[in-house]
């Protein structure tokens, strides 16, 4: 049997029962509270709770359905060495030899060998496979704590060979060597290197971030040549290398930081490819300087993506650079550069549908292949192997079981913002273009940290398409979808770009006949709720609900705060506005906290976490007070009935910022979300799952 074949196999077997016998670790009631139970000013009716409890269970059910049906789709939960292939379980990891069935199934690692009752994080083999390094983190909490696996043939679990706290990253520079950050308050500042000797393990101090708004990780290259050690800020970053035939040697600076360079390091063939902010525009390009002249003076361009695309992404292969392009629309494509032949650019175009890739690590496996996942928010993934050197580059896997999925549309539109700049809207929807003014619609927005919307497969997005959804993907700036300039578009002085491009795209929505505003709604996490919070400042009118999940709403508030984990290192990106009386007067202008009025806002549900140390409880309780306060006043001076918004605070235990790694615990927490969307825009869940069963059995063969 091939190492893929194994892949698969085992990877289902273990899949069919990740769902259906999954033990309920964790079962804390839910504490779902109106705002009243933070202050008694806010209005709440009873039977909009009791429905929306009524409706929670029916969702929950069709939740854990949809999930079954995607049990098999390729993940990051298996992966190959040199030997064996291995597969990330609720219990630990297991592994099974090349030419073995799962009857062979060996048990490497128990999660409850590090004392902690939660998750796998990352997985690294050591380069001949005779160590395996995991991080477990705690479902309720960030930091995680890190096992070393002595690879020995077994038959069962053997005890750790060591366990480390606080690992945030860590990669293998040999067998017996290990290199690892530690995590301290959400801040990774030292790294350390571990050796393994005959006489035990020593851990050395070999780095030391001084500067607390710069974020320290290591990484290893493809080839396995050198370990980096990653200094970033928002602004600049700076990259130290060890050589892997050498780690006892003290780190080697590439280049020194400086404002407002940013770069990455890789290596092959004695050469280490770059890639820096150095291009036109200020944006990222390939670059090649020799392993032995690492400084910037040496660095040769020999790539620079053309006028509105951008790179997103590097893959060193054996004799081939591959680059992940984004074109100006938002359309994924592989270009495949020749080491040796720079010029001779190859670009490969990406299904229409693709709107993510997710590199695949094969540790010690095929350096002439670059295998990756494409998915997008409504399609599973697919797994792809790219070989430039075959005549056919491109190939694909292919499961039978996800041909026979409902067609569907994806549209990709451009809305004129404020400022006339154009910005890229992503559509999913069941219905052609024309027919969607009475479909509800789930506008999805984030914006900020330069990092690109979450378009990964979900399964629950997948059931509000079957249900004849429209969702919309705003690509407002503050992201990264079209480049560094469109973070730095919409940072600092310019956030309020982002807020301006919302209401851009939702209002180009309405005006090319999607949806309308009564049936729309609006969903964000962590940092997009300041776009989402503020847009319902300024036009409350072009929503019915909001959907927030941990979300940063006082951003005034936590900036003024120094003593907070992320103030500091979050200046580059909000503004400092204890020591700059402009950057004050900037977040004030768009803080959610600060401008809520009294006018009729949308309903919301807002999930926020009892621990979470990114986001304090106490801005989100705040934001409640105020807004409640303002819609009880507006509803009041109401002389004729009409609609009154509803506010729930879901209050749920725990300090995960991500949200509940017990699938339980996020089935029923996405039940609930459901629930509030279906029950606030007055929609018929069961009508819609009706039409969607009678589509699905059309599609069957």
């Known amino acids: 049997m091939s190492p893929l074949a194994v892949l698969r196999s085992v990877s289902r077997s273990l899949n069919a029962g990740r769902l259906c016998g999954r033990r309920r670790r964790i079962r804390a009631a839910a504490r779902l509270h109106t705002a009243g139970c933070v202050t008694a000013s806010v209005h709440c009716s009873e039977a909009a709770l009791g429905k929306l409890r009524g409706l929670e269970r029916p969702f929950e059910r069709r939740l854990r359905s949809i999930y079954q049906r995607f049990t098999d789709v390729p993940d990051h939960a298996a992966f190959q060495g040199s030997r064996h ?66 690879l020995e043939q077994q038959t069962t679990p053997q005890k750790p060979l060591l366990i480390l706290d606080n690992v945030f990253s860590f990669e293998w520079a040999t067998d017996d060597v290990l290199f690892y950050t530690t995590q301290e308050g959400l801040q990774c500042r030292h790294v350390f290197r571990l050796h393994l000797t005959d006489a035990g393990a020593q851990s050395m101090l070999v780095y030391k971030e001084k500067d607390p708004e710069f974020f320290v990780e290591v990484s290893r290259s493809k080839d396995q ?16 290398m060890i050589d892997s035939r050498s780690p006892l040697s003290h780190p080697t600076l590439v280049q ?41 003076r040496h660095w040769e361009p020999k790539f620079s993506p053309g006028p509105g695309a951008v790179i997103k992404d590097m893959e060193m292969l054996q004799d081939h ?26 670009i490969l175009e990406l299904p ?21 996942l494409l998915s997008s928010p409504v399609h599973p993934p697919i797994r792809y192997h790219l070989s430039p050197t075959r005549k056919e580059p491109l190939s694909r896997e292919v499961d039978p079981q996800h041909t026979l999925l409902p ?65 919309a993907y705003c690509h407002v700036r503050g992201g990264g979808e079209c480049g560094l300039t469109w973070h730095s578009a919409g940072r600092l002085q310019f ?63 936590t900036m003024q705060d120094p003593s907070l984990p992320l103030t500091i290192e979050e200046r580059g990106e909000w503004g400092d506005p204890l020591t700059d009386s402009q950057h004050r007067d900037n977040i004030a202008s768009y803080c959610p906290c600060h401008n809520i009025t009294t006018q009729l806002y949308p309903s919301m549900l807002i999930t926020a976490y009892s621990g979470d140390s990114r986001v304090p409880l106490l801005g989100v309780k705040k934001y409640v007070e105020r807004l409640s306060k303002a819609i009880q006043t507006h509803s009041s001076s109401l002389c004729a009935k009409g609609h009154i918004p509803t506010v729930l605070l879901d209050l749920q ?49």
Not at 678 to 694: E, F, H, I, P, V
Request: proline share 6%; aromatic share 8%; charged share 20%.
């Open 85 to 150: 292939v291995y597969f990330v379980e609720g219990c630990g990891i297991f592994r099974v030899a090349y030419g073995e069935g799962e009857q062979d199934l060996e048990h490497v690692l128990r999660t409850d060998w590090a004392v902690v009752d939660g998750t796998i994080q990352k997985v690294r083999l050591s380069p001949t496979e005779s160590v395996l390094a995991a991080t477990l983190k705690n479902n309720h909490c960030e930091e995680a704590r890190c096992v070393l696996v002595q």
């Open 225 to 240: 040549r050198i370990v980096t050690v990653n200094c970033s800020s928002k602004s600049s970053s700076e990259v130290w």
């Open 256 to 296: 020194p930081r400086q404002p407002g360079l940013l770069y990455h390091v890789e290596h092959t063939d004695n050469q280490l490819y770059i890639l820096a902010n150095t291009g036109p525009g200020r944006e990222y390009q390939l670059l090649r300087t020799p392993f032995t002249s690492p400084a910037m």
């Open 321 to 346: 650079c591959v680059l992940t392009m984004r074109e100006p629309l938002g359309r994924l494509q592989l270009h495949t550069i020749p080491l040796e032949a720079p010029n001779h650019v190859t």
């Open 352 to 372: 229409s549908w693709a709107c993510v890739i997710e590199t695949q690590r094969f540790d010690t496996v095929d350096s002439a292949t670059f295998s990756f």
């Open 407 to 471: 067609e569907y549309h994806t549209t990709r539109l451009q809305a004129p913002s404020q400022d006339g700049t154009m910005v890229p809207l992503t559509l999913f929807h069941m219905q052609p273009l024309t027919d969607l003014r009475e479909a509800p619609m789930l506008v999805h927005v984030y914006g900020a940290y330069g990092l690109d919307l979450n378009m990964g497969f979900c399964p629950e997005k997948r059931l509000l398409l079957e249900d004849n959804w429209v969702l």
């Open 495 to 557: 956030k309020k770009k982002g807020v301006e491009d919302l209401s851009a795209c939702i209002q180009t929505l309405f005006q090319s006949g999607v949806s309308r505003p009564t049936l729309t709604a609006l969903t964000a996490r962590s940092a997009g709720a300041v776009l989402a919070g503020a847009l319902c400042n300024k036009h409350p009118q072009l929503l019915r609900a909001v959907l927030l999940q941990a979300p940063f709403l006082d951003v005034l508030g």
């Open 653 to 701: 235990p725990g300090g995960d910022h991500f949200g509940p790694e017990d699938f339980d615990q996020f089935l029923s927490e996405s039940a609930r979300q459901l629930a509030f969307l279906y029950t606030m825009l007055g929609l018929d869940y069961k009508a819609s799952r009706q039409k969607m069963t009678g589509r699905r059995k059309k599609n069957k063969p």
